[in-house]
């Protein structure tokens, strides 16, 4: 089963000022809890920077998140189960590359997901733009 997140969405972070981030959620909750494996795709077509290179940080996460079934509140990880680095202060992928990460339980298995897409921005600033399609990939029993 794949849910398509994000299909060919442009990403603008041409405002986002030196030494800051920004995160962008994609999917609030995606249930995983019958899950066996799974991962991340993300597709990259197009990708530009003007201003100084190297100084920029994009990535799409998958967090793991636990819903309060009370309240509805979703109570979310710090540590990624899934990432695909986009830019990581080295030379970016060109357009058209495919970047995949597998689910990582060995430390936890949640019942759900939460993704977001990342940028952090270095000194010195420098625009980014970024064309991008984001799936999740879940395997189940059967």
């Known amino acids: 089963m794949q849910y398509i997140i994000a299909e060919s969405e442009s990403f603008d972070f041409s405002n986002l000022q030196a030494g800051l981030t920004q ?3 994609l999917a609030r ?3 995983i809890s019958q899950v066996i494996d799974g991962g991340l795709n993300v597709r990259v077509h197009s990708l ?3 201003g100084t290179t190297g100084s920029q940080s994009i990535k799409v996460v998958a967090y793991p ?3 309060d079934e009370r309240t509805g509140t979703v109570f979310s990880s710090d540590t990624a189960i899934a990432s695909a680095d986009i830019i ?3 030379p970016a992928p060109v357009a058209g590359v495919l970047l995949s990460d597998a689910f990582d339980f060995s430390v936890q298995r949640p019942a ?3 993704v ?3 940028a952090k921005q270095f000194s010195p600033a420098a625009a980014l733009f970024a064309t991008l399609s984001v799936a999740v990939v879940l395997v189940t029993p059967g």
Request: proline letters at 0%; glycine letters at 0%.
């Open 23 to 25: 995160t962008l959620e």
């Open 29 to 31: 909750s995606i249930d």
């Open 48 to 50: 530009s920077t003007i």
């Open 65 to 67: 998140v636990w819903v």
């Open 88 to 90: 990581a202060r080295s």
């Open 112 to 114: 759900a997901i939460r």
């Open 116 to 118: 977001v897409l990342e």
